[in-house]
């Protein structure tokens, strides 16, 4: 994950030496079987038309390949299940599983790097006791979860639609991190994408009890090329410029006074908590509805803290609670939707929401620009 912006700077720098620890072999699998489903994934990518290239760090891209098969995606330990009820029923409101191909793309890379899985390393070093290399089938090889995770991009306005939620099948970053050892004073994760672009991540968010993931599949399938494969970060309650980085190939263990990230070095925040915040996606502003019983909904999310309300008023009326579609954690965005008689003439509705911890969404106005926008969505229409 990238933001808008300048083209990203040179690639990092780093070779491709063993680990400096193997992965638990799971499922009885051993290292030899690794070697092969990982070979049976590059397999089934097939014709794209690519030109073969090797980066700085080490990682090739290579060329022909074709859509990527989901048979070729490990059975996770722990899968996504959603309860009944996610989806409120109005047309119009994005789905609470973006499509991939309908999933925001924002990068700040000329050229969309093309990885060679056979070749990819993670490395992991700076202030940990031990460095370690990670290849694929040692990726492979650790405890895969699948999980809805609501992915939001900070210079997404108020309204946008810079944001999806995904099924996301990776494995967990902590238990890595643990290998390593971090120093006691470590206290950020500097990301690096194979195109060179950084991103800066509490330590703590990607070390506690959240499903901070390296991920390998989206909705079913190995992540698209676009969306960062063979392996990029989903870390759920922050902005993806701090969480979310695509075609990841290095961690480094450092601390928030001493390194700075891309974007934190061209005045946006460092940090990126993601902010509670809410949408009206149907009727659309500037529509014209027929009066009578018009369906009015949407999304809201509050990263890792959850939606407890939906709040819709029309004109300057009363807030009046909409209904809440089903979330299965509090790392995803729920629909809602709102029932409104609608009267000739024109009107506005807003929206606004509240998180589980009672927090309600601010209505104060604020630009993208350092670290998220807020205000509350308002949509005009006329009743016809």
């Not at 927090?359 to 006329?382: C, E, F, L, M, N």
Request: charged letters at 20%; proline letters at 8%.
């Amino acid at each position: 994950m990238t933001e808008p912006g300048r083209p990203s700077p040179d690639p990092p720098t780093g070779g491709s030496a063993a680990p400096g620890r193997r992965a638990v072999i799971a499922a009885g699998l051993g290292a030899a079987g690794l070697a092969v489903m990982g070979a049976t994934w590059w397999a089934t990518r097939g014709n794209e038309g690519t030109t073969g290239t090797t980066g700085a760090s080490g990682v090739g891209t290579r060329p022909g390949r074709a859509a990527p098969s989901a048979s070729a995606l490990p059975r996770p330990v722990s899968a996504a299940t959603l309860p009944a009820g996610v989806e409120v029923g109005v047309d119009g409101i994005v789905p609470f599983r973006v499509p991939n191909e309908d999933f925001f793309q924002i990068d700040t890379t000329r050229f969309l790097p093309r990885l060679d899985p056979t070749t990819w390393r993670l490395r992991i070093h700076g202030m940990v006791q031990r460095e370690l290399r990670v290849t694929l089938a040692d990726l492979l090889g650790r405890p895969m979860i699948e999980r809805d995770i609501t992915l939001s991009c900070v210079s997404n306005e108020v309204g946008g639609d810079l944001i999806g939620n995904a099924s996301w099948l990776g494995t967990r970053i902590a238990p890595i991190l643990a290998e390593a050892g971090p120093a006691p004073d470590a206290d950020m994760v500097l990301s690096t994408s194979y195109d060179g672009w950084t991103a800066s991540t509490p330590l703590e968010v990607l070390t506690d009890d959240r499903d901070a993931l390296l991920a390998i599949g989206m909705n079913g399938e190995p992540l698209p090329d676009r969306h960062g494969y063979p392996v990029r970060m989903i870390v759920p309650g922050l902005y993806g410029f701090v969480s979310a980085t695509k075609w990841v190939v290095d961690l480094e263990l450092t601390r928030f006074d001493r390194a700075k990230a891309y974007w934190s070095t061209r005045g946006w925040s460092d940090h990126g908590p993601a902010k509670l915040s809410s949408r009206i996606d149907v009727p659309r502003s500037g529509a014209t509805v027929r009066g009578g019983a018009v369906s009015v909904g949407g999304v809201a999310w509050a990263a890792h803290t959850g939606i407890a309300q939906v709040q819709v008023r029309v004109d300057d009326g009363p807030w009046q609670p909409a209904r809440l579609g089903a979330a299965p954690t509090a790392d995803t965005w729920r629909q809602w939707a709102f029932a409104w008689d609608a009267p000739r003439g024109d009107h506005s509705l807003t929206v606004r929401a509240v998180d589980a911890a009672g927090q309600v969404q601010t209505g104060k106005v604020s630009d993208v620009a350092p670290d998220g926008a807020t205000g509350w969505h308002t949509v005009t229409v006329t009743v016809g």
